[in-house]
């Protein structure tokens, strides 16, 4: 074993897609502490920078001295705490959903839902981008899956004309974790009206930050239950917490309850979660002015980027990547803003498609206009270098 494994690992590091962690010794926020040094941080997916807010922890406390750190057991069994069943309420509610269902991580959430719904005499359809927690909830439910251009609903209407008996559904990220742009929700509506096919948005990325109050994608769009039936969002980004819900029907929620394997054989997570996340849920509610300053830093960067021709993806979102294209033009490029006492990752493929490495740059609520001034000045120096490279 240890020469087959060696073998691959070897292969991953010639091909310069190598994964190495590092460790934080710090909360996080826009100054964290990486292998012992303070880095300003611009990779992490706490786009409110409630990930360390003081009533969200208090929360967890609180809730530890009542409930203890532990849940005990999975939630059909005797682990569905008070604080699990009312924050799903308060999930269900704040997205005008009829019901909502926790799930332990979104990763789970996806494989349990589509494991849920669909058999392998059914058809699934996911764009070309979708997260890999989509893609592998599609090849454990043995559905005939499909996999259109990104964004490129004549794609996916070209291969939902080809389907015949059985259940569609068209799973797709609100956001796309790695581009950030927005998937085109009302035309992807339309043909799964036209098509009788059901929608999943998968909103990690949108929720919490997108809306007028942090409703995420479904907010943004304005699309009801009826119109986008099968809601899922995670609580580790943009929230701050952990952990993930899906939200819609009655009838689906009971469903996901009876079925969804990856709902049913795992422990609850701790009540803790639940209660701080409850108290993520009423900031996002009454304290508008972290969207409102992440909004403002999205455009002030893009526009410093613009001015210094960087070579910006297209997105309007937290998320704002930088294409590179070589793993190991990335890689240098992320190497020099640690230099300069900035993180920002490198994603590679098989993250991303091949030939299309960047750096993923990540804005939040807790930066200021200067550290963004600081991000950009240090790109302004480090990319001329990088493209003569390459
Ligand atoms: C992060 C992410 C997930 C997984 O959520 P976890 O709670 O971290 O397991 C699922 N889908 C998308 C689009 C994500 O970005």
């Keep these: 074993m240890e020469q087959v494994?060696?073998?691959?690992?070897?292969e991953r590091q010639r091909q310069s897609l190598y994964r190495v962690?590092?460790?934080?010794?710090?909360?996080?926020?826009?100054?964290?502490v990486v292998d012992g040094?303070?880095?300003?941080?611009f990779c992490s997916n706490d786009y409110l920078g409630l990930a360390n807010h003081p009533e969200i922890?208090?929360?967890?406390?609180?809730?530890?001295?009542?409930?203890?750190?532990?849940?005990?057991?999975?939630?059909?069994?005797?682990?569905?705490?008070s604080e699990h069943h009312a924050l799903e309420q308060e999930l269900a509610e704040f997205t005008g959903r009829d019901r909502a269902l926790l799930f332990s991580t979104g990763y789970m959430a996806n494989l349990g839902v589509i494991t849920a719904l669909l058999n392998?005499?059914?058809?699934?359809?996911?764009?070309?981008?979708?997260?890999?927690?989509?893609?592998?909830?599609?090849?454990?439910?043995?559905?005939?899956?499909?996999?259109?251009?990104?964004?490129?609903?004549?794609?996916?209407?070209?291969?939902?004309?080809?389907?015949?008996?059985?259940?569609?559904?068209?799973a797709v990220d609100g956001v796309f974790s790695m581009d950030g742009d927005i998937a085109p929700l009302p035309e992807l509506v339309a043909s799964a009206r036209r098509n009788e096919a059901w929608l999943m948005v998968d909103d990690a990325h949108g929720f919490?930050?997108?809306?007028?109050?942090?409703?995420?994608?479904s907010e943004h769009f304005g699309l009801d239950q009826?119109?986008?039936?099968?809601?899922?969002?995670?609580?580790?980004?943009?929230?701050?917490?952990?952990?993930?819900?899906?939200?819609?029907?009655?009838?689906?929620?009971?469903?996901?309850?009876?079925?969804?394997k990856s709902y049913i054989y795992t422990t609850a997570?701790?009540?803790?979660?639940?209660?701080?996340?409850?108290?993520?849920?009423?900031?996002?509610?009454?304290?508008?002015?972290?969207?409102?300053?992440?909004?403002?830093l999205i455009n002030y960067f893009k526009h410093g980027a613009a001015l210094l021709e960087l070579p910006l993806m297209e997105s309007n979102t937290a998320i704002q990547p930088l294409l590179i294209g070589d793993a190991n033009a990335a890689l240098a490029l992320s190497a020099g803003l640690e230099a300069k006492g900035i993180w920002v990752s490198a994603i590679r493929p098989p993250t991303v498609p091949a030939g299309s490495a960047r750096l993923r740059i990540t804005l939040s609520a807790v930066h200021s206009k200067q550290q963004v001034e600081q991000l950009l000045q240090a790109l302004a120096e480090l990319m001329p270098r990088v493209n003569h490279e390459q």
């Design 5 to 10: 494994l060696q073998q691959r690992l070897n």
């Design 120 to 170: 392998k005499s059914d058809y699934l359809f996911e764009d070309k981008l979708n997260h890999a927690s989509l893609l592998d909830g599609g090849l454990l439910s043995g559905a005939r899956m499909q996999r259109y251009l990104h964004n490129d609903i004549t794609s996916l209407e070209l291969k939902l004309a080809k389907t015949k008996s059985g259940n569609k559904l068209i």
């Design 37 to 41: 040094k303070q880095l300003l941080g």
């Design 226 to 260: 009826q119109q986008l039936p099968i809601l899922m969002a995670t609580l580790g980004k943009g929230l701050g917490t952990f952990g993930a819900f899906v939200a819609g029907s009655n009838a689906l929620i009971e469903t996901l309850i009876q079925f969804s």
């Design 269 to 296: 997570m701790p009540p803790s979660i639940a209660a701080s996340t409850r108290a993520g849920l009423r900031l996002l509610q009454t304290e508008s002015w972290r969207r409102e300053h992440l909004v403002e």
């Design 21 to 32: 962690r590092k460790t934080i010794a710090s909360a996080q926020g826009a100054s964290v």
């Design 57 to 81: 922890n208090q929360a967890a406390k609180q809730a530890i001295d009542k409930y203890g750190i532990g849940s005990g057991a999975s939630h059909l069994v005797c682990g569905h705490s």
């Design 208 to 217: 919490g930050v997108l809306g007028k109050n942090g409703g995420g994608c």
